[in-house]
């Protein structure tokens, strides 16, 4: 955790050249004992970044007091820190492209919330989304799926408050601080969040919930969960940016469809247009939808198709299998370059026998 902390703490040193470091390295001790040669040998790390590694190492001691600091503060409140490398770490944040390498909790995650979904929207909803929001999320916790949101007033709330009203499990997922609160009249709920489910943050005690750390929040609230539903909000909402990662981290989007003559249907109604979210009326649109990712899986044979495949064709079936795979990996699993994958892949879409996801994922046609 020292060590951790003392890397974070070096400007230009993040999630990603940790990963370069530890992979090269092996452990953090090794990184803080590695000389300027070694460091230089690193992917991403320039001479400019190897000095200030080098010079971290003064600080060791002033971070391994504030870790122990911040370790007894945390103890008081009952929460705790968790790290990308322990096992309790979220499996599905995991897998997004900036995770947060640490962090701060209050409550326990339970095997039920590896099957989560986030419920976000406008802050000044219409009585149509508090209709729906209470609706969905009491259906879909009926289903025995967490609820993940943002803590945030408006619809946010009301899915917190619907999950646990309906005794299911519910994330929320803030900008601030474990000891900040906000917005303050949400304080009961907080503390009823974090009996029956858990609040998380990657933000430091004591942090203020200021306007730049909600973006960064957004991330995690579409990385702890299979989809994310857009219930109401503005073009420009904040909910928007929680699509967006979404989209980036290859998850579902569903969106339910207003009023075109109301300002909070602008950003539901425009994903559904864009064909960048799905249109659901109800929970079971989306239980449908995620059905295969619900369900873990055993082993799913590819029945052979119909029309008639290359071997390269069929190869590629095989490897694909029934999870969405980068096309890196697909080129290394089946020993084939990545050009001739494309041109393969791209024939298998024309016979609607797979379909390309963003980031260059693809998955078999339903």
């Known amino acids: 955790m020292v060590l951790l902390k003392l890397l974070l703490s070096i400007d230009g040193i993040g999630p990603h050249k940790i990963f370069s470091l530890l992979n090269y390295f092996k452990s953090f001790d090794n990184i803080l004992e590695a000389d300027l040669y070694s460091l230089l040998k690193v992917d991403g790390i320039n001479i400019n970044l190897s000095q200030k590694l080098l010079n971290a190492k003064s600080k060791y001691e002033s971070i391994k007091n504030k870790v122990e600091n911040e370790l007894n503060k945390l103890s008081k409140i009952n929460a705790r820190i968790i790290t990308y490398w322990d096992n309790d770490y979220p499996e599905l944040l995991k897998k997004i492209y900036y995770p947060p390498l640490i962090i701060y909790t209050k409550g326990s995650f339970t095997e039920q919330d590896k099957y989560s979904l986030a419920v976000v929207g406008t802050r000044q909803p219409t009585t149509y989304g508090k209709i729906q929001t209470e609706k969905i999320v009491h259906e879909l916790v009926e289903k025995n799926i967490t609820i993940v949101s943002g803590l945030a007033r408006g619809i946010d709330t009301i899915a917190h408050k619907s999950a646990l009203n309906s005794n299911g499990r519910t994330i929320a997922v803030i900008g601030s601080g474990l000891d900040v609160v906000y917005p303050p009249e949400n304080y009961k709920l907080f503390n009823e969040i974090t009996e029956k489910g858990v609040i998380i943050t990657e933000y430091e005690l004591g942090t203020k919930p200021d306007a730049q750390n909600f973006p960064r929040r957004n991330r995690i609230i579409s990385g702890l969960s299979l989809g994310t539903l857009v219930i109401e909000t503005k073009i420009d909402g904040g909910a928007m940016q929680t699509a967006a990662y979404a989209i980036d981290q290859n998850r579902e989007v569903f969106a339910i469809p207003g009023n075109i003559n109301v300002k909070q249907a602008e950003g539901p109604n425009k ?39 290359t071997l390269f064709e069929e190869k590629l079936l095989q490897v694909i299998g029934t999870e969405a795979k980068h096309i890196d990996e697909i080129a290394l699993l089946s020993s084939m370059s990545t050009s001739d994958c494309l041109v393969n892949l791209l024939t298998l879409e024309f016979k609607g026998l797979i379909k390309q996801l963003p980031g260059k994922m693809f998955v078999l046609a339903d």
């Not at 559904?272 to 079971?284: C, F, H, M, P, S």
């Not at 995620?290 to 082993?299: D, H, N």
């Open 271 to 309: 994903l559904i247009q864009r064909g960048e979210a799905k249109l659901i009326t109800n929970a079971e649109d989306i239980l449908q939808e995620l059905e295969i990712k619900l369900k873990p899986l055993t082993g799913k044979n590819i029945q052979k198709p119909s029309v008639e495949l």
